[in-house]
């Protein structure tokens, strides 16, 4: 079957090339007849357009770069379901990879969106990312790129994310209000910004003047094994009673399954918080009580921006630093 192109459906009208490409275009300077005379003859030959070309001559595309850490992680996969709906209703389309916390694959994943010429790129951070020049080094030549939940502060690029620091106080604050006496911070990598603020969250709401608290800290990763060893860490500790705030859901619903094959109680003995609202959270005996960082709406108004930024529409320019509201939903595991 031989490919319809531009020359096929020129040569069929006794039209030049560059007329039947302007009329497939639009264009204003072709006649509404012809326009219609050359739609009405590709769609009846299955013409489609060569998207590969056009992007080589325009040295970009409709297309729009995400990389996120894990694509397994529910948070990310309810973010890309934000960007990919914004993208779509846009007429843009989305490629995605996972860093699986590797800073060296994000950088591998950062340059091959670029050689692919994207129209610009949706960025979470890896866990192990140290340094900020491989997107620097786009961003100087010209590459679109917008942050979201693990941002890069420094860099003069939209950024949209929450208030880590408060989010994590607000829980705190609450675990205080029903009376445990010791509360437990399970935190993620230091290493990643996000950690540092929830921890520093916990800190600040539990060294408030007046509060006798105790404070514990078990620093970890972020998964459901890194919970269920902190539970075992606790425990070794010599603590059988107490409030526990997980970095993120995954490690609280790790550290659940620990505390549900020792038979802890949950909440009478030990409470726990996670942090993301990850869908799990729902199902689980009993149902935990989360942080809801909103991942769809915040993929969303990332591609938003992203968008504007592309199409030239952001009239304040690169400062812009979106927090997102977030929202405690109190279940019955605290």
Do not use: W
């Not at 007429?91 to 670029?114: F, V």
């Not at 866990?127 to 693990?150: A, C, P």
């Not at 003069?156 to 620091?165: G, L, T, Y």
């Not at 935190?187 to 969250?201: E, H, N, T």
Request: some cysteine; charged content about 25%.
């Amino acid at each position: 079957m031989r490919q319809v192109t531009i020359k096929t459906i020129a040569d069929e009208l006794k039209l030049s090339a560059s007329t039947v490409s302007r009329a497939l275009n639009d264009h204003p300077d072709i006649h509404d007849d012809t326009k219609r005379l050359v739609n009405k003859l590709a769609g009846e030959l299955g013409y489609r357009p060569n998207i590969m070309a056009r992007n080589l001559k325009s040295r970009t595309s409709n297309q729009i770069g995400v990389i996120v850490p894990e694509i397994r992680h529910d948070f990310f996969a309810n973010a890309i379901s934000g960007i990919e709906e914004v993208a779509y209703q846009k007429g843009y389309t989305i490629i995605i990879a996972q860093s699986n916390e590797e800073q060296e694959r994000e950088i591998i994943n950062l340059n091959s969106m670029y050689l692919n010429r994207v129209s610009g790129i949706i960025v979470s951070i890896s866990q192990s990312t140290n340094t900020e020049s491989h997107f620097q080094k786009l961003i100087e030549r010209g590459v679109k790129m917008v942050f979201f939940d693990r941002v890069c502060q420094t860099l003069n690029v939209p950024k949209v994310h929450i208030d880590d620091f408060e989010s994590a106080a607000k829980v705190v604050n609450y675990l205080i209000g029903k009376n445990y006496s010791t509360i437990v911070h399970f935190a993620g990598p230091q290493s990643l910004d996000i950690c540092r603020k929830r921890k520093l969250g916990y800190e600040e709401a539990l060294g408030k003047p007046g509060s006798n608290l105790k404070s514990v800290v078990i620093e970890a990763g972020m998964h459901e094994n890194d919970g269920y060893n902190s539970m075992n860490k606790l425990l070794e500790m010599g603590i059988e009673s107490c409030a526990i705030f997980a970095v993120n859901d995954p490690v609280a619903v790790g550290a659940v399954k620990r505390m549900k094959e020792l038979k802890i109680d949950i909440p009478g003995q030990m409470g726990i918080v996670g942090f993301s609202n990850n869908p799990i959270t729902e199902m689980i005996t009993p149902r935990l009580t989360t942080v809801d960082q909103h991942a769809f709406e915040m993929g969303q108004k990332a591609a938003e921006i992203l968008i504007d930024e592309i199409e030239g529409k952001n009239l304040n320019g690169n400062q812009l630093d979106i927090k997102l509201e977030t929202s405690l939903l109190i279940r019955e595991s605290a």
